[in-house]
């Protein structure tokens, strides 16, 4: 099992910055893939950003240039937002993925204004 805890949400401007963290506990030595999810009111949950356990990275196309997803040895990921926009408003879910299953956080609100 896989427990994940995210925090770092909250509400800011246009144009603003947030960060996001994610810690891992249990049986972490597993994690292959860690990772965010969002998904916004009336929309299916979609990909934001995944990092492999080799340091590869991948993006929606909707983020590229303005979040980055980092993870350290500690199995914490990290997504650093900038240039944040109202349609980035969501809950944000971290993901990990282990050969024996996949795991959830309970999401954390990012919030947007114009």
Known sequence: QVQLVESGGGTVQSGGSLTLSCLASGNIFGIETMGWYRQAPGKQRELVATVVDGG???????????????????????????????????????????????????????????
Not at 69 to 98: F, G
């Open 56 to 114: 590869k990275t991948n993006y929606v196309d909707s983020v590229k240039g303005r979040f980055t997803i980092s993870r350290n040895i500690s199995n914490v990921v990290y997504l650093q937002m900038n240039s944040l926009e109202p349609e980035d408003t969501a809950v944000y879910y971290c993901y990990a993925n282990t050969p024996h299953g996949s795991y959830w956080g309970q999401g954390t609100q990012v919030t947007v204004s114009s």
